[in-house]
């Protein structure tokens, strides 16, 4: 019919097939067009919908201690996932594909098929990149790599309230992972890959940028100092039932913090049964009263009035003193002291009277050149500034506490830092948690160096002589110096406790030429006594002996040889 209409009315015909015949024409020069003059740009675009930029892992540094001991160290592992809908296609590998994933073949079919219908599921997470690439070199269909880094903590437990942990991301959450983790924080790179409409990878281009690695650490503790304290702050604490500690140790030339423990302490590999007790850097973190470990500086300060020196005395009559309704006491009667008899045993009595006799002001100002009320300017996550009380008018009952240790608050390592400007021959050094590389700053001097050796003498003098508190301090082949302490802690509705105790020691190591400042901070000691002389001496003498052999300090303390005796030895034993 169109065919007889066609030849009825052939002119229709031909309009028609001109019409066919232009749109075509109109169609192939579209295509020439596109092809030649606009292929670049659509190129492009085609790419763009398929072409991604995948990130590359940045490396986190290392931290290490002094010596390039690892303390923190980020772990390339290989995380493999695979596309189940891809896998279903060739069922001949899976068996291969259990082999090397070290799997039962059962349990890969299993879980590929309970995700059949997803186009996601993990092989393995977190393998060693070998074991990775093993797989992956095997090219089974739907089977892909992920570059991921693990954190791990070698020195575990030991470091763990210092260095501080980082979450899942490897972003610093505590300690020095939070304090500098921009520094350790490297940049990720790119990687140009294809993927398809799913977003599932194709093929691997180039990489663009390659990630730049956090930057290295090294820590200012001593691994071997830290192993030691911890070992034996931990068996004090078992040995009297005590609550908590801490110990801080710090090498007084430099300021660095060779050593910081606390307990109780936390696994920072496996944070499952993480308590907020455990993960306190007590050290840093917590204040209390000092008590009589700052009694030195109240010496110091009288001394430096020039009213007083090592041999003036002060009369403590039977160990009590009234100011107002206040009464002050001692422990034990004391009679008519020296200054050096006045540390050894501790009269609170006498530091009242000395201090009364000059002035609250000096024992302040003694106090806040030491860095009592300051800020240490390590920046440590949560760290306290404690508190040096100023009045602005100075009453006895005041004066008297300050100068014996109560009224201002101050941390274990501030307590040190105070103790090493003291072995410093007076110069405050600035405390630091990096290894110093550079020769440090000399400090400032804020003691008379005559003035902080008569105060290194009678700290001598309490560790050695009988009836100073401190013999459990003591350490073969050195000469030390220390002060204990043994404070009532605060009561919760105010005053104080009346069986609730801190005992603490703080020392200052050799005595001829200091290298090593230590305290000892041990919470509510239970059993077996709780003076600081007992509980923290000991600790103190042992990881002072410790540190000094660790760091080759020359014994300045060792028994004059007798030539013929080891003559004698040495013939006797090959006879
Ligand atoms: C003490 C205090 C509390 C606060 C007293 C310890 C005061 C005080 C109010 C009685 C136990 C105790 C401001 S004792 O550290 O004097 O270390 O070997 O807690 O005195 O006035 O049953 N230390 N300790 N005092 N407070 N307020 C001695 C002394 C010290 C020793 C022993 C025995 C106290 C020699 C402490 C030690 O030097």
């Known amino acids: 019919m169109i065919g007889l209409q066609g030849i009825n009315h052939p002119w229709r015909f031909r309009i028609i097939l001109f019409f066919l015949f232009a749109m075509g024409a109109a169609i192939a020069a579209r295509i020439a067009y596109l092809h030649v003059f606009h292929h670049e740009f659509l190129a492009e675009q085609g790419d763009a919908r398929a072409l991604r930029y995948i990130p590359i892992p940045a490396h986190r540094g290392v931290i290490t201690d002094r010596n390039g001991e690892p303390l923190a160290v980020s772990t390339p592992v290989l995380t493999l996932w695979a596309n189940p809908k891809e896998l279903q296609a060739d069922k001949t590998r899976w068996e291969e594909l259990a082999l090397a994933l070290e799997l039962p073949k059962a349990e890969l079919i ?35 790599g992920k570059e991921e880094f693990r954190r791990f903590y070698p020195a575990g437990e030991v470091a ?31 990687r140009q890959v294809i993927k398809d409409r799913r977003g599932d990878l194709i093929r691997d281009l180039q990489v663009k940028e390659n990630a730049k690695p956090g930057k290295q650490l090294a820590l200012s503790i001593d691994l071997r100092l830290q192993y030691l304290a911890h070992r034996e702050l931990r068996n004090a604490l078992l040995e009297f039932e005590a609550k908590a500690g801490s110990l801080v140790m710090i090498d007084v030339r430099t300021g660095e913090i060779l050593a910081m423990v606390n307990h109780p302490t936390f696994n920072p590999n ?8 455990a993960m306190r850097n007590r050290a840093m973190i917590d204040v209390f009263e000092p008590g009589s470990t700052v009694k030195p500086f109240s010496i110091a300060a009288a001394l430096g009035t020039g009213r007083w020196t090592p041999e003036s005395t002060v009369d403590t009559g039977n160990g009590t003193f009234r100011i107002g309704r206040y009464t002050i006491r001692d422990v034990s009667r004391g009679g008519l002291l020296d200054l050096t008899g006045v540390l050894k045993k501790s009269s ?38 404690g508190q040096l009380p100023m009045h602005r008018k100075w009453g006895e009952a005041e004066t008297a506490t300050l100068a014996y240790g109560y009224g201002l608050s101050v941390t274990a390592v501030q307590l040190a830092h105070a103790y090493a400007v003291l072995g410093n021959q007076g ?6 948690l990096l290894r110093q590389d550079q020769t440090v700053a000399a400090g400032e001097q804020v003691i008379d160096p005559k003035i902080s050796s008569q105060v290194m003498g009678m700290l001598q003098a309490v560790v050695e002589e009988a009836g100073g508190g401190g013999a459990r301090a003591q350490v073969p082949g050195y000469h030390v110096g220390g002060k204990s302490g043994t404070a009532k802690k605060l009561a919760v509705g105010g005053g104080y406790t009346e069986s609730s105790y801190r005992s603490l020691f703080a020392g200052v190591a050799p005595i001829d030429n200091p290298r090593v400042a230590a305290v000892i901070v041990i919470d509510e000691p239970s059993k077996g006594g709780y003076y600081g002389g007992l509980v923290a001496a000991p600790v103190f003498g042992r990881v002072m002996a410790g540190a000094l052999r660790m760091l080759n300090v020359r014994p300045d303390n060792l028994p004059t040889e007798t030539p013929t005796a080891v003559v004698g030895a040495t013939q006797g034993g090959r006879g």
Do not use: C
Request: hydrophobic share 40%; proline share 5%.
């Open 110 to 144: 299993k879980r590929i098929e309970n995700n059949a219908a997803r186009d996601f599921m993990y092989l393995a997470r977190g393998l060693t990149p070998e074991h990775g690439q093993r797989v992956l070199e095997r090219k089974i269909s739907g089977v892909y």
């Open 160 to 190: 763990a309230h210092l260095v501080g942990f980082t979450n899942i991301d490897e972003h610093g959450q505590e300690g020095i992972e939070l304090a500098f983790d921009e520094w350790l924080t490297g940049v990720p790179g790119k």
């Open 270 to 277: 496996n944070r499952r049964h993480l308590t907020p007790q």
């Open 348 to 385: 609170n009595v006498a530091i009242s009277k000395i201090a009364l006799d000059i002035g609250a002001m000096p024992v302040y100002n003694m106090m806040q050149s030491v860095g009592f009320g300051a800020d240490t300017g390590l920046s440590f996550p949560g760290e306290r500034v």
């Open 427 to 432: 110069r405050n050094v600035p405390l630091s």
